[in-house]
């Protein structure tokens, strides 16, 4: 009995040596929440520390896996659609919410080894229940732009008739492990970038460097940016953004993001604290429209008024910013993280015929969730690009997805980031478009 207390108190021992427990409560925000593939009714709710941290790279990150049963019971359907064979009905708790906020007592975490990777949270341990907090630091209400135009104000304001003839559309896909980063060039010469993950410094100077380079390779002004896009406010798809833009080496005229979509993270306050200071047009992305770049047509497919906020998107990629671009008879489809029965709605109007090429920026990574037969069949793409990782939770992209693409005919030129690790360019004439790997 003794020898038994001892092993289990030295285990718990062990476990305290995570430096977040170390004091007598761990404050947090869950930032997402996704299915785990090989653990049946089974959720990873990833969870960012309330500590200084510039970054928030994966080792100052942590994951907690729950039972089904812990979720809110509409962000479950939303976030399952299409994968899930169980039909069994659930007793929701409704205490596992994304961008929740909670101050949980250290012993507890330890006492459960809640961090484990094989450690799985039930309605009986369920500390998530009693430890939400209403009252969150990261309200970021207080950060909306008082002067942010509408949707609609705000495509007028970016829109350009003039045409210059000698001009291309590029689309720039950049490596950046798990997560997103783009940047788009209109036949205009207007810069977009869509989305930024950067892990440390280094990988911010460098990321400025490539930008600028590109810029110069145009003839375009080196620090000019006619909009930053944050497809939705994941850690993924923002993280390394607020350094990106107190570097001051870019000028971004806009900020382009969806502000009826509250998802109070550490992460999404510093970023928005900083770009109130440093961006001074902010557009508020909550419904379709078209910013007309000369002969480049920038469509936005979603979100609309039914994807806009929580309440219409319990899971926020469903509220990402989509959108179609045309240029001739080229089309890109940029589809943030959303599932692919939104995607097939807003992208129905979209489809091609035998005549036109058009490029994919596989949705959610490559998850099984972001793609599927019709939505392929509907775009009929003849390029896909998949920006994955290599965290071995999520395992993007999914074998199902890459084979549903792999079958496609006409074939599919096919490329996963992680496989090649460089920047991958997308040029488009108006008719045909052309892949260069950087």
């Known amino acids: 009995m003794e020898g038994n207390e001892s092993a289990e108190d030295n285990g718990r021992v062990a476990r305290s040596l995570d430096p977040f427990l170390r004091g007598d409560t761990l404050a947090f925000t869950i930032d997402n929440i ?9 959720f990873s709710a990833l969870i ?14 942590r994951r907690v896996n729950v039972r089904t049963e812990l979720l809110e019971k509409s962000f479950y359907y939303a976030a399952t659609r299409g994968m899930q064979e169980n039909q069994n ?45 209403l009252d969150t ?11 942010s135009l509408t949707s609609a104000e705000g495509y007028a304001s970016l829109s350009n008739s003039e045409w210059r003839s000698r001009r291309k559309v590029y689309l720039y896909c950049f490596y950046c492990g798990q997560g997103d980063s783009l940047l788009l060039i209109t036949s205009n010469g207007s810069a977009y970038l869509i989305d930024i993950n950067l892990y440390n410094d280094a990988s911010v100077d460098q990321y400025l460097d490539n930008v600028q380079n590109i810029l110069r390779s145009h003839h375009l002004t080196t620090d000019s940016i006619k909009g930053l896009i944050i497809t939705h406010k994941h ?18 005229e806009s900020l382009l993001i969806n502000l009826d979509y509250v998802h109070s993270t550490k992460c999404v306050h510093e970023f928005l604290s900083t770009a109130s200071q440093r961006i001074p047009t902010w557009i508020n992305v909550n419904s379709p429209g078209t910013i007309q770049n000369g002969l480049t047509r920038i469509c936005i497919k979603n979100p609309d008024i039914r994807t806009a906020n929580v309440l219409g998107a319990p899971d926020i990629n469903d509220s990402s910013i989509a959108l179609c671009i045309r240029f001739g008879m080229n089309l890109l489809y940029l589809t943030g993280d959303a599932h692919a029965e939104i995607l097939e709605t807003k992208f129905s ?12 920026k596989v949705s959610h990574h490559g998850s099984m969730t972001g793609t599927n037969d019709r939505l392929l069949n509907m775009l009929r793409p003849r390029y896909a690009f998949i920006s994955a990782g290599d965290s071995k939770i999520y395992n993007h992209p999914h074998a199902i997805t890459r084979s549903l693409i792999s079958l496609q005919q006409p074939p599919v030129d096919q490329v996963v980031s992680k496989h090649i690790r460089r920047t991958v360019l997308y040029k488009l004439d108006g008719y045909t478009i052309r892949k260069r790997i950087l």
Request: with cysteine; net charge positive; hydrophobic share 35%.
């Open 34 to 42: 996704a299915p785990l593939v090989d653990k049946p009714n089974t």
């Open 48 to 61: 960012i520390p309330q500590i200084d941290s510039k970054y928030f790279p994966p080792f100052h990150l």
């Open 89 to 133: 009905r659930f007793d929701f708790r409704n205490s596992v919410r994304q961008g929740g906020y909670y101050i949980v007592k250290s012993k507890d975490l330890i006492d459960l080894n809640a961090f484990g990777k094989e450690t799985i949270i039930g309605p009986n341990q369920d500390f998530f229940a009693q430890s939400i907090k």
């Open 137 to 147: 630091p990261y309200l970021e209400t207080k950060l909306r732009d008082k002067n």
């Open 235 to 252: 850690l993924d798809h923002l993280r390394g953004a607020k350094q990106v833009l107190e570097k001051g080496r870019l000028n971004i």
């Open 349 to 360: 109007c979209g489809s091609v015929d035998c005549q036109e090429q058009s490029m994919l």
